[in-house]
């Protein structure tokens, strides 16, 4: 890519959680070309996003997915950056609803719901208990998980009170977390229904939303509550659902496309 170029990109939107696409079918850009990426996410000098999404090709299935977050940095999976391509896919192969497709963290399956909603099957919940979180934050209700990426799971009385920049970067840098971890903190409104904000590692602070984080509140809320199979996850940027349906479980919401542009180097 010369310095002459121009990026042609779709901007995206999760539940808030935004952003850039890029078709690479053709290999045309390389995922370790860390400032570039860097410089597109930035929201003062660039496109603005939580991250960057390559549309890859694979031989074994629907696409291959890469994922960087603002920073640059390659992360193995995106609950809703997967919902995101997902519907960006289904723009590419208009006649598919179900798609199979490969990221780094392992192979996940995600569908198009006729309401337009995405619904992604999370394949990984694994590595519970693992790291004892408990001490970071002191809390009564903390949990460790891996849904793709590592999460801490705090449960709290008001999520409007967490000091979430101080809190969140306390877990994220803690040297327990070889690679840091991200940090959720949770405020049961309902029966089946939480109110979430999680500060996450690469960004560096608060997203609207997150996935894999939603995924590791829902499981860690039914920890204490195993009744509960369908929990509405409320978040800054709006309303996730998670399902715990025949084992799997599912992350369901809306994924927009927003707007398309072009970017010159």
């Given at each position: ?11 995206y ?228 659902q998670?399902?715990?349906?025949n ?19």
């Open positions: 890519m010369t310095m002459s170029a121009k990026i042609s990109f779709d901007k939107c999760g539940t808030g959680n935004d952003f850039i696409v890029l078709d690479n079918r053709t290999n045309s850009f390389d995922p370790k070309d860390s400032k570039l990426w860097q410089r597109l996410c930035d929201r003062r000098f660039g496109v603005g996003a939580d991250g960057v999404l390559f549309f890859n090709t694979s031989e074994e299935y629907d696409f291959e997915m890469v994922y960087l977050n603002a920073d640059g940095g390659e992360v193995g999976m995106c609950g809703n950056g997967a919902r995101a391509l997902t519907s960006f896919a289904k723009k590419i192969q208009f006649d598919k609803v179900e798609f199979t497709f490969k990221t780094r963290d392992g192979i996940y399956s995600s569908e198009v719901l006729k309401s337009g909603d995405i619904k992604l099957e999370m394949s990984r919940l694994d590595e519970v208990g693992a790291i004892d979180v408990s001490d970071i934050i002191p809390n009564e209700n903390s949990f460790y998980m891996n849904t793709g990426v590592p999460h801490a799971v705090y449960f709290v009385n008001s999520v409007s009170e967490v000091p979430l920049e101080e809190w969140g970067s306390k877990v994220r840098y803690d040297e327990r977390f070889t690679e840091g971890c991200n940090a959720n903190f949770v405020q049961v409104i309902a029966d089946g229904k939480l109110k979430v904000r999680t500060y996450e590692r690469g960004v560096e602070g608060e997203t609207l939303a997150c996935g894999t984080g939603a995924v590791a509140c829902a499981f860690a809320y039914r920890k204490l509550h195993k009744s509960v199979d369908v929990i509405d996850i409320e978040v800054p940027g709006g309303e996730l998670i399902i715990f349906e084992e799997k479980v599912y992350l369901c919401g809306k994924a927009l496309k927003i707007f398309s542009g072009v970017f010159e180097l």
